[in-house]
């Protein structure tokens, strides 16, 4: 795989936006199965940090129970820790210091406005939290993305993921510019997703030809309760989107409690 170059990793931000923030790991599928062939055999250790405070639901007038907001704090308690992770992974921090102006994607094609305008939000519609991480096992990677939204409530996390998935397959094709480094074809195909989760859904970004030629990033969102967890992967095989996406859930349930009105 290419090596990732500052035009890969304004790309990759770009890319996250939809709901993404980026994390994971390269363990498989389920925590007991082994890694792709980067790492070795692993089975994470979700640590959690959790507290599901039990609140009195207040009902509304539709009589549906509502959840007590997440915070901040309780999201980052509900990422993926450097030690779930096989070894060879490090935290990425995000101080590149960058002022100059983001990269944005664009298209001339009236059906993918909706996949427009939720690539280049800063968070997802909706979102009264957020809380991100970012991993990479070295220059070759993988690089995991994981982000995490709260939503208010499981019926919104299902409503963004149906209009994420519809806003997939309208569109085809979409450009990225990026400035001083000019602009190039993503291909954009549903692919899919890991079976984690509520409602999963996971897309396909494929650069062909300028600057980011041959670069695939994976993305899937899916849903823990009022949470939405999306996880970003770069430079990964099959058995690191799955693992880094059963990680993620696992490690937000267990975390997260069950706090949330349904």
Sequence with gaps: ????????????ALLLAV????????????PS????????????SASSATTAASTTPRTAPSATPTA??????????????LGDLPAGFSIDD??????????????????????????????????KASASRSFSAGAQGPFIDES?????????????????????TACRTLTLTIPGEGKAQI??????????????????????GGPLDGLEITMVTTGVQDV???ITVIAGLPDDIAGATAVAVQKATKTLGNKSGT
């Design 148 to 168: 995490l939204d709260a939503l208010g409530s499981p019926t919104a996390v299902q409503a963004l993921q149906q209009t994420l998935r519809k806003a997939i």
């Design 94 to 127: 995000d101080d590149s210091g960058s002022t100059g102006p983001d990269p944005v994607v664009s298209s001339k094609d009236s059906r993918c406005a909706k996949l427009v305008a939720l690539e280049n939000a800063d968070t997802p519609p909706g979102s």
């Design 19 to 30: 709901a993404t923030g980026c994390s994971g790991s390269s363990n498989s599928a389920t």
């Design 1 to 12: 795989m290419t090596k990732l170059t500052p035009a890969y990793v304004a790309a990759t």
């Design 187 to 208: 291909d954009v195909r549903e692919v899919s997703a890991p079976k984690a989760g509520t409602n999963p859904v996971a897309v396909r970004y494929a650069a062909t």
């Design 228 to 230: 939405l967890v999306s």
């Design 33 to 44: 199965t082994t890694t792709s062939s980067s790492t070795a055999s692993t089975t994470p």
């Design 68 to 81: 007590t907001a997440r915070t901040v704090k309780q999201l980052t308690a509900a990422l993926i820790a």
